[in-house]
Antibody
Framework: EVQLVESGGGLVQPGGSLRLSCAAS????????MSWVRQAPGKGLEWVAN????????YYVDSVKGRFTISRDNAKNSLYLQMNSLRAEDTAVYYC?????????????WGQGTLVTVSS | SYELTQPPSVSVSPGQTARITCSGD??????AYWYQQKPGQAPVLVIY???ERPSGIPERFSGSSSGTTVTLTISGVQAEDEADYYC?????????FGGGTKLTVL
């Protein structure tokens, strides 16, 4: 059974940093592109970042470029999102998602999400 | 990121057919995907590559594509289908989602 379990969310002040983790199991992690997708409270879904199977290619939505870094450790079956210079508008539930059909989607498995709140 | 356009809401009675549209310039060249999201839950993929249904998704869910518009059709809608539905595709700027459609079962 495919499982994705996020952790690391919480309350952080504007300008602060947070590192999200996603533990994957039930599939060959190193064979898939992986993504982070977020959802602000009461809003729709927004793709945040993608990373290739070997970590050699990474892509970001414009609003997080230069502030967020996606990475992975295939030996640990883990995906990460380092978030720096956080802003109030980054407040959202962050989902880890497996990219099932090539680098551009769709997302065939999702974690349960971890809430990030940026507030003073 | 790529933007797709969906109607904010669709309402149907139980047993009727619900159709949710999604439009975007790149849809003739890129596959579309559909997700169902119920309150407090993660999204679930219900249609991939325009019209394919993942295992475990009921046959009443189907997808179609025509030009710059893709459509999610739910035949014989049941109360449990009440949820938010999102389309997703991609262009050169990366993946993008529609704004979501709230399906209300009257």
């Amino acid at each position: 059974e495919v499982q994705l379990v996020e952790s690391g969310g919480g309350l952080v002040q504007p300008g602060g940093s947070l590192r999200l983790s996603c533990a994957a199991s039930g599939f060959t992690f190193s064979s898939y592109w992986m993504s982070w997708v977020r959802q602000a409270p009461g809003k729709g879904l927004e793709w945040v970042a993608n990373i290739k199977q070997d970590g050699s290619e990474k892509y970001y939505v414009d609003s997080v470029k230069g502030r967020f870094t996606i990475s992975r450790d295939n030996a640990k079956n883990s995906l990460y999102l380092q978030m720096n210079s956080l802003r109030a508008e980054d407040t959202a539930v962050y989902y880890c998602a497996r990219v099932g059909y090539g680098m551009s989607g769709g997302f065939d498995y999702w974690g349960q999400g971890t809430l990030v709140t940026v507030s003073s | 990121s790529y933007e797709l356009t969906q109607p904010p809401s669709v309402s149907v009675s139980p047993g009727q057919t619900a159709r949710i549209t999604c439009s975007g310039d790149a849809l003739p060249k890129q596959y579309a995907y559909w997700y169902q999201q119920k309150p407090g839950q993660a999204p679930v993929l219900v249609i991939y590559k325009d019209s394919e249904r993942p295992s475990g998704i009921p046959e009443r869910f189907s997808g179609s594509s025509s030009g710059t518009t893709v459509t999610l059709t739910i035949s014989g809608v049941q109360a449990e289908d009440e949820a938010d539905y999102y389309c997703q595709s991609a262009d050169s700027s990366g993946p993008g989602f529609g704004g979501g459609t709230k399906l209300t079962v009257l």
